[in-house]
């Protein structure tokens, strides 16, 4: 599997702060997108970033990559109760067929 | 237009029993693919397809059985259902595919229970 791994698992912030979480993988990409689980719902497309970018804005999202080190990070700034989601990054490997595949998800609770 | 839709919403199903979990996709998007959610474990790729008529296997493959002679729809079968199938399913559709995977669209996911 050419997954990706987000980190932390848990997070757990007040509203107005800043939320930063990381995935890493293992393998050369062509992409890498970041996606939001609400509970109980399916998941919701984010932001993409190709691996010739290293930084992508969408509103209060800023994702970054290092292709260097195999990394990613998501920052939502100024968090509102809405945020309280799980976030997953997936990555499609050059080398590993055509397959998509995400990470297990970092899990952010915004506390008014 | 409707995006993705999964049917059915709930299922529970004895051990042995077969079903099919529908889903359709109205966008005419080349990708289409399946997934199994289960607690602390996160998304796991079952099937996918890059186009009718072509389908591969995923990480987890063994127990289900797909086909895709539509653009439209691709179903996931499950032949023998056991316990360890109790998962909630998404199904996934999004243009590209094959070299380079763009937005993916999910559908609502269907809750399965095997008894």
């Known amino acids: 599997s050419q997954q990706g791994e987000e980190d932390p698992q848990a997070l757990s912030i007040q509203e107005g702060e800043n939320a930063t979480m990381n995935c890493s993988y293992k393998?050369?990409?062509?992409?890498l997108q970041w996606y939001r689980q609400n509970s109980g719902r399916g998941l919701v497309h984010l932001i993409l970033?190709?691996?010739?970018?290293r930084e992508k804005h969408s509103g209060r999202l800023r994702v970054t990559l290092d292709t260097s080190k195999k990394s990613s990070s998501l920052l939502i700034t100024a968090s509102r109760a809405a945020d309280t989601a799980s976030y997953f990054c997936?990555?499609?490997?050059?080398?590993?067929?055509?397959?998509?595949?995400f990470g297990k998800g970092t899990s952010l609770l915004v506390t008014p | 237009n409707a995006g993705v839709t999964q049917t059915p919403k709930f299922q529970v199903l004895k051990t042995g029993q077969s079903m099919t979990l529908q889903c359709a996709q109205d966008?005419?998007?080349?990708?289409m693919s399946w997934y199994r959610q289960d607690p602390g474990m996160g998304l796991r790729l079952i099937h996918y397809?890059?186009?009718?008529?072509?389908?591969d296997q995923g990480e987890v493959p063994n127990g289900y059985n797909v086909s895709r002679s539509t653009t439209e729809d691709f179903p996931l079968r499950l032949l023998s259902a056991a316990p360890s199938q109790t998962s909630v399913y998404f199904c996934?559709?999004?243009?590209?595919?094959?070299?380079?995977?763009?937005?993916?669209?999910f559908g609502p996911g269907t809750r399965l229970t095997v008894l």
């Open positions: 996934a559709s999004g243009s590209g595919g094959g070299v380079i995977y763009n937005e993916q669209f």
């Open positions: 393998t050369s990409i062509n992409n």
């Open positions: 970033i190709r691996s010739n970018e």
């Open positions: 997936a990555t499609d490997a050059i080398h590993s067929g055509y397959a998509l595949n």
């Open positions: 966008m005419n998007h080349e990708y």
């Open positions: 397809s890059v186009g009718a008529g072509i389908t």
